[in-house]
């Protein structure tokens, strides 16, 4: 059974930083890309960050440039998006996502986390 578990999340100040996590297991993903959305009440989910396989290449949506850094491990099956400078509306439910291509991560990816949630605090 394929699994992605995102961890990390948790309640922190504004400026703060917290690392998100996401564990794959059932098969590697050494070979998918993966990424990272967001998902805050009464809002759509959106789009935050995507990883190639390689790591070669990534892409962030604009609200995150420069503050959040998505990288991965293919030995640990895991991929990771590191957040600083969190500001009040980066509070949401982050889910991490896999799919063969970026792009295809960037339309929505075709497994996907539970989520973890994030809430600065102002």
């Known amino acids: 059974q394929v699994q992605l578990v995102e961890s990390g999340g948790g309640l922190v100040q504004t400026g703060g930083s917290l690392r998100l996590s996401c564990a794959a297991s059932g098969r590697s993903f050494a070979q998918d890309a993966m990424g990272w959305f967001r998902q805050a009440p009464g809002k759509e989910r959106e789009f935050v960050a995507a990883?190639?396989?390689?790591?070669?290449?990534?892409i962030y949506a604009d609200s995150v440039k420069g503050r959040f850094t998505i990288t991965r491990d293919n030995a640990k099956n895991t991929v990771y998006l590191q957040m600083n400078s969190l500001k009040a509306e980066d509070t949401a439910l982050y889910y991490c996502?896999?799919?063969?291509?970026?792009?295809?991560?960037?339309?929505?990816?075709?497994?996907w986390g539970q989520g973890t949630q994030v809430t600065v605090s102002s």
């Open positions: 996502a896999a799919a063969v291509t970026i792009a295809r991560v960037f339309r929505g990816g075709d497994y």
């Open positions: 990883i190639t396989w390689s790591g070669g290449s990534r």
